[in-house]
């Protein structure tokens, strides 16, 4: 199949880290780079933020990425971007009839609209990955959700409209089931990691302290970094290490290392802040259990990855997690921004070496077995077929050997 991803702001090639660089960002480029493995011809269309590279690249995976200008070649704020889509669904269009793609596969709400516009009156058919929903962002966030007002409106008739919706776990599924989005033209995919680079034997990175625990992703408030610097006070003899955010300064590094000064555990949190992708596997077996507490996630792809280097993962019981986390299997679940049960959770593990290691166990064997990305491009592939109508359509029911 010759397929179109369309992601505005989460740019295959950019560094991660940033405000609006993060998870669906790897999403996007593995899952790329799988389709291509599997035989598929892919192009990410995306918008050009800098004058400086070109506007056509071919990727190492063999995946091509196709800047789109659409506004000024500058960084945009994400919540920022709805004004230019109208600009970016014409020059994607434009892109569209040069070639004879076979579907247009689109990644985030407004990503969905231009390809809605630009495909429509192309008869190409459209599949929609949502990676988060506006609703869910305002239930949490409440006055302090800064996305354009127009988003969970458009958000709803995507779901109606399009042809298919990729869901990357069973709390979205149910998000959509209220947003009318019709039965059988969701599939339940989740995300991935790259079991090459994600695996337990490698390089750790030291540690000064006999416990280790990593938090990692961009450093914003609804990610629950907080919530584990306050757990530290629960926790003797346990360094925290918080890894993300960007070389710059940043509002909410500078609240943590407040936070961990009133608690009198600053000298127990080490920031880290932009480490290269390359270091992460290397950080991540460092740790005895990796924390991942955010308020709200549409899936989480730390806590996958954390699981690939046989760590076990202590999570907020939200979103994608609720599927990839086996509580008492590779890890345990606990309430948001609880610090209390966080303590006690990873306070239970650290003081249980081999059920550590049962976990870890357990969580590598989960990984490679459900969340390779191999295999997340072949099930994305199928939902591709089920769309054009070369397989049976399924329903909303998640796959069982994503149950677990």
């Known amino acids: 199949m010759k397929i179109a991803f369309v992601s505005e702001h989460a740019n295959p090639l950019a560094v991660l880290g940033g405000v609006d660089a993060g998870g669906q960002n790897v999403h996007v480029a593995e899952l790329s780079a799988g389709l291509v493995r599997a035989g598929h011809d892919v192009t990410v269309f995306t918008r050009r933020d800098d004058p400086g590279p070109p506007g056509h690249a071919l990727t190492a995976q063999g995946y091509q990425v196709v800047h789109l200008r659409a506004g000024p070649e500058a960084p945009v704020a994400k919540d920022e971007l709805w004004d230019l889509m109208p600009d970016f669904a014409l020059q994607l269009g434009h892109h569209l009839d040069q070639d004879a793609y076979d579907l247009v596969h689109a990644h985030f709400w407004m990503s969905g609209w231009a390809a809605q516009q630009a495909s429509r009156t192309r008869g190409l058919p459209t599949v929609l990955t949502f990676h988060a929903l506006g609703t869910v962002k305002r239930r949490f ?17 995507l779901a109606r409209d399009v042809d298919r919706v990729i869901a990357t776990c069973r709390d979205e599924v149910r998000e959509l089931r209220a947003a009318a989005a019709r039965p059988k033209h969701v599939s339940v995919v989740p ?19 006999p416990h280790r625990v990593v938090t990692l992703g961009r450093l914003v408030p609804r990610k629950g970094f907080a919530t584990v610097v306050q757990a530290l006070t629960g926790l003797p003899d346990v360094e925290l290490v918080i890894a993300g955010g960007s070389a710059g300064p940043e509002p909410e590094r500078h609240c943590l290392q407040v936070l961990a000064e009133e608690l009198g555990v600053d000298d127990r949190v080490r920031m880290m802040p932009q480490i290269p992708r390359a270091d992460v596997p290397a950080l991540l077996r460092s740790a005895d259990v990796v924390v991942a507490t955010p ?14 280097c046989g760590v076990p993962v202590v999570a907020s019981a939200v979103g994608g997690m609720l599927d990839t986390v086996r509580p008492g299997v590779t890890g345990l679940l606990v309430p948001p921004r609880d610090p209390h049960a966080l303590a006690e959770a990873v306070g239970s593990l650290l003081a249980q070496p081999r059920t550590r290691a049962r976990f870890g166990q357990a969580a590598a064997e989960r990984a490679r077995t459900l969340y ?8 994305t592939a199928q939902a591709y077929e089920q769309t054009l109508g070369l397989r049976p359509a399924t329903d909303l029911a998640m796959p069982a050997m994503v149950r677990g």
């Open 295 to 308: 308020w709200y996630e549409p899936f989480g792809i730390v806590p996958v990855e954390a699981m690939a």
């Open 141 to 157: 966030l409440g006055t302090d959700d800064t996305s354009p007002a127009v988003r969970v409106g458009i958000e709803r008739e």
């Open 372 to 379: 390779s990305w191999d295999s997340v491009a072949a099930r």
């Open 191 to 209: 995300c991935g990691v790259d079991v090459e680079t994600f695996f337990p034997a490698g390089p750790v990175l030291p540690r000064r302290l």
